[in-house]
Structures are given as C-alpha cells and as structure tokens.
C-alpha cells in the first residue's frame, strides 16, 4: 500500500518588521559581486530542530518569542526585510529598505514524520516543498521590486519542527546569511544579547579596479531581456516528473578523505607523476563526488561521452583573499565565481580521481594568486556550464558552522538546500556529528541516485 503523502496546514501568516524607528531608510548599489546572483534562484535552507513538545505549546509559548526575536534581529539585518528594486533602465538595480518594510512569516503544521524528513536516506524531493516559504523570483510590470527574504516555521508536533527560508542571494553570501540566523538564535535565547561585531553595510570598501560592474550589467541586462534570467536552472531536471527525483546526504568522514589523499599520493610516486596541489579535505571531496557523478550518469545512460567535456563549479570566499581589506562583517556578497573542466573519459578512468583533484586544486591556486583574475567571463562561463550535458556545481561550505545555530532546543537535527533540487548541484556542509566530516546534499533522478550511491559507498571501500 503506497504511503500516504503528508499534509501542511498554514496556521497564521506575521509580517515581521525591525522595532519602529530602530532602522534608518537606507539605499545600497549593488556592488560587482552582487550582479551575478541576479540571474540566479533564491537559495532555499531548511533547519530541521529537534522539539517534543505539541503544537498548541509551541504556538503559545515558543512562537511569540521567535516573532519576537526575529524582529530584534531585523533591526540590525534590516537590507533583508527590504526589496530588490528595478529603476527604469539605465539605472541599475539596488537593495531599499524603508520604514514599515517586512520579512513574511508563514507559520504551518504538518503531519508528517519528522525524522522521515530529517534523515540521510532516499526521500522524494516534492515532499519538502510545502516546508518553504513562497517569494518571488523576478518583478513583474506593475511592481518593479522583489522581497528578498522570506521565512517558514512548520511544526511537527511531539517531534520536531523546520525552520525555512527563501532568500535571493543578490542581498547575502552564506557568510553574511550565517550571520544573521546565529543572531536571531542568540536574540531568542536571551534577548538582551548584545551583538559584538554588527553588520558592516559600507559598499565603498568593495572596489571594482577591474570594471566588473558594467560589464556585468551589460551580460545581466542582455539576459533579461531575452527572458534567459535564471541562469541556475536546469530544465532538464524541471521536466522530470516529481516522483522521479530523490534527495540523499552522504557523509565525507575525515579517514575517508585522509584515505584517498593517501592512495592519490602513492599513485602519484608510483608513476613518477607531480601531486595534485591543495589536497584539502573540501577539494579532495568534491574530486570523489565529482567522479561517482560521473560514473552514475555513464551507468545510467548506458553510454560515455567519451572526449565531451565535463564542467565543475564552486565558489570561493573572496575575503581573505582580496588585496585590500573588507570586513568580516561586511553584508552583502564577497565571493568569487569558479569553474574547470575535464574530459569525461577521463575522469572514468582508473586515475580519475587524480585527474579532478588536479583540475581542482590548480583552479583554487589560481583563485588565490588572483581571485579576480578572468572574472569578466562569470556570467558567460556560467551561461556555457549550465547549458553542458555535463556539470557539476557545489553550493555551501563547511567552513560555515550552520549546524552550532541553536536557539535552545540544541543543535539541528539536520540542514537541507532545497534549492540544489533544479540546478544540478550539490551541497557542503560540515558534519553534524562527525568532527572534521562534509555532509554532501544532492538530488538525483532515482536511477541515477542508486548509482551514485553504489559508486560511492564502494568507491569509498576500494581505495586502501
């Protein structure tokens, strides 16, 4: 007998503004790490917390604090309660926030399995859905602007509840997103809690000494105009019916990742060949996944591509490795767009995995001898990625610790990137449970899952 799908209830709906006259009216240009994400889709987290309690306590006891608390951290994060707005051309688009503007709040019930949701196993991705808040991706013609954040709290009474958010990724980096929902955690546990380093909102300290902006204005704008906005995309997933795509983690252990930096190294003296550069855990897991990917699309379809190309992606903090300071703090975005490439065939074959830690590696080195270095081709390069047969791009990083947010009913259960489920791509994560461990997020048509699961969990077995 098939299981019956869970159901969602929307309980109340909160328009959540920063305290009355706590935040000035504030205007900010986007700078030219900002543009790019402007032909992307929101980013789509779920945080999954462990909470025993029944709904009709949460509603009366733990809710009004969260609204509260979530206003309190508006005040200091207020860009996020405001809009994207698009002046008439040629004035480029910019973040306004005004007094009175708000986050949507959707508060829901499920009867659902939390810990069905919650797990690492196979789970079909049209069930996590109903768990996210709705915000628009673009304008329309009579309201030039677009919200930039939108929140969901669901419950799963006696057992847990999920904490989600749609926020467009042109208004903050995961650095910056990070930041804000560690402070919304403190504020609610103790919301005398005093923030010691606020959100730095100065664009001025970004400087364009390459002219990014107007070239990717000009790339923005001629995507806009043809209707091509969403670059991140993929319509071939789209087409695929709902029940055909499944969503897993795996966890990357820290022996895994030392075991094959280890059989890479002894490969290489064996066959007198240079080492692939920065062997980091990050990049030797993305190497491994990169691979099983590969191999699970060969198995699936029967067939390899032979000399076709197979595309790579990820970013890359920006930060520490500019050659002028910007703040830690600082909100808005400030990383760097990455992509290599490698023949299929062979990443197939029996050094396949030292062909794309090489391939990797040299693209970090580059990025850190100059993180700018080409970076007038982002919007172009990532228009070819995602329009390849074959690309792989990563979003997230473990070096962010999502997984200490704890607003004091301990840490998360689990982390989910909804939004991987149409772009092709998959997730980073550091490990809930394991010190040093990635939780890699991905969704698959279910042929291709199984396959990627049996690459990677012998994949894993076979290197000694």
């Given at each position: 007998?098939?299981?019956?799908?869970s159901t969602v209830e929307v309980v109340a709906?909160?328009?959540?503004?920063?305290?009355?006259?706590?935040?000035?009216?504030?205007?900010?240009?986007?700078?030219?790490?900002?543009?790019?994400?402007?032909?992307?889709?929101?980013?789509?987290?779920?945080?999954?917390?462990?909470?025993?309690?029944?709904?009709?306590?949460?509603?009366?006891?733990?809710?009004?604090?969260?609204?509260?608390?979530?206003?309190?951290?508006?005040?200091?994060?207020?860009?996020?309660?405001?809009?994207?707005?698009?002046?008439?051309?040629?004035?480029?688009p910019l973040i306004v926030y005004n007094e009175?503007?708000?986050?949507?709040?959707?508060?829901?019930?499920?009867?659902?399995?939390?810990?069905?949701?919650?797990?690492?196993?196979?789970?079909?991705?049209?069930?996590?859905?109903?768990?996210?808040?709705?915000?628009?991706?673009?304008?329309?013609?009579?309201?030039?602007?677009?919200?930039?954040?939108?929140?969901?709290?669901?419950?799963?009474?006696?057992?847990?509840?999920?904490?989600?958010?749609?926020?467009?990724?042109?208004?903050?980096?995961?650095?910056?997103?990070?930041?804000?929902?560690?402070?919304?955690?403190?504020?609610?546990?103790?919301?005398?809690?005093?923030?010691?380093?606020?959100?730095?909102?100065?664009?001025?300290?970004?400087?364009?000494?390459?002219?990014?902006?107007?070239?990717?204005?000009?790339?923005?704008?001629?995507?806009?105009?043809?209707?091509?906005?969403?670059?991140?995309?993929?319509?071939?997933?789209?087409?695929?019916?709902?029940?055909?795509?499944?969503?897993?983690?795996?966890?990357?252990?820290?022996?895994?990742?030392?075991?094959?930096?280890?059989?890479?190294?002894?490969?290489?003296?064996?066959?007198?060949?240079?080492?692939?550069?920065?062997?980091?855990?990050?990049?030797?897991?993305?190497?491994?996944?990169?691979?099983?990917?590969?191999?699970?699309?060969?198995?699936?379809?029967?067939?390899?591509?032979?000399?076709?190309?197979?595309?790579?992606?990820?970013?890359?903090?920006?930060?520490?490795?500019?050659?002028?300071?910007?703040?830690?703090?600082?909100?808005?975005?400030?990383?760097?767009?990455?992509?290599?490439?490698?023949?299929?065939?062979?990443?197939?074959?029996?050094?396949?995995?030292?062909?794309?830690?090489?391939?990797?590696?040299?693209?970090?080195?580059?990025?850190?001898?100059?993180?700018?270095?080409?970076?007038?081709?982002?919007?172009?390069?990532?228009?070819?990625?995602?329009?390849?047969?074959?690309?792989?791009?990563?979003?997230?990083?473990?070096?962010?610790?999502?997984?200490?947010?704890?607003?004091?009913?301990?840490?998360?259960?689990?982390?989910?990137?909804?939004?991987?489920?149409?772009?092709?791509?998959?997730?980073?994560?550091?490990?809930?449970?394991?010190?040093?461990?990635?939780?890699?997020?991905?969704?698959?048509?279910?042929?291709?899952?199984?396959?990627?699961?049996?690459?990677?969990?012998?994949g894993l077995e076979l290197i000694k």
């Amino acid at each position: 007998m098939a299981k019956r799908p869970s159901t969602v209830e929307v309980v109340a709906r909160y328009h959540v503004s920063p305290p009355p006259n706590s935040a000035p009216p504030t205007s900010l240009p986007l700078t030219f790490f900002d543009i790019p994400w402007l032909c992307f889709s929101a980013s789509q987290p779920l945080f999954f917390y462990k909470y025993p309690f029944p709904t009709n306590h949460f509603l009366s006891t733990t809710l009004p604090t969260l609204v509260h608390s979530l206003s309190l951290t508006l005040q200091h994060f207020f860009a996020l309660a405001g809009s994207l707005v698009w002046p008439p051309d040629p004035f480029k688009p910019l973040i306004v926030y005004n007094e009175g503007n708000y986050v949507s709040l959707v508060v829901a019930e499920s009867d659902g399995d939390f810990f069905h949701f919650s797990g690492n196993h196979q789970r079909c991705v049209n069930e996590f859905y109903p768990l996210l808040p709705q915000l628009p991706s673009r304008a329309s013609e009579s309201k030039h602007e677009i919200p930039l954040l939108a929140a969901q709290i669901t419950i799963f009474s006696n057992s847990g509840i999920c904490i989600g958010f749609a926020y467009h990724h042109v208004v903050a980096d995961g650095r910056t997103f990070n930041s804000f929902i560690k402070t919304w955690a403190s504020l609610f546990r103790d919301p005398s809690f005093l923030i010691k380093s606020l959100p730095f909102y100065d664009r001025t300290v970004v400087k364009d000494t390459c002219g990014l902006e107007s070239i990717f204005l000009n790339d923005w704008s001629n995507r806009k105009s043809s209707q091509e906005m969403a670059i991140g995309v993929d319509t071939r997933v789209t087409n695929l019916s709902d029940s055909d795509m499944v969503r897993a983690t795996f966890l990357m252990c820290p022996g895994d990742m030392e075991k094959i930096k280890q059989w890479i190294v002894t490969q290489c003296k064996l066959k007198n060949n240079p080492q692939p550069p920065y062997l980091t855990p990050s990049n030797l897991t993305c190497a491994f996944v990169w691979i099983c990917l590969i191999k699970a699309q060969e198995k699936v379809n029967g067939k390899l591509f032979g000399k076709n190309p197979s595309y790579f992606g990820f970013n890359a903090g920006g930060i520490t490795r500019l050659d002028y300071p910007v703040p830690t703090t600082y909100f808005g975005n400030c990383i760097a767009f990455a992509r290599t490439m490698a023949i299929q065939r062979e990443l197939c074959g029996e050094d396949g995995i030292i062909v794309a830690a090489n391939m990797i590696g040299n693209r970090v080195k580059e990025l850190d001898d100059g993180v700018l270095a080409g970076a007038e081709t982002w919007i172009s390069d990532w228009a070819v990625f995602y329009e390849s047969e074959s690309h792989v791009m990563v979003t997230g990083s473990p070096k962010l610790d999502f997984y200490d947010t704890d607003f004091g009913w301990g840490r998360p259960k689990k982390i989910e990137e909804i939004s991987n489920d149409k772009a092709n791509a998959i997730s980073f994560t550091e490990s809930r449970d394991v010190k040093g461990g990635i939780e890699v997020g991905l969704a698959l048509p279910k042929a291709k899952m199984d396959a990627f699961t049996s690459f990677f969990t012998h994949g894993l077995e076979l290197i000694k």
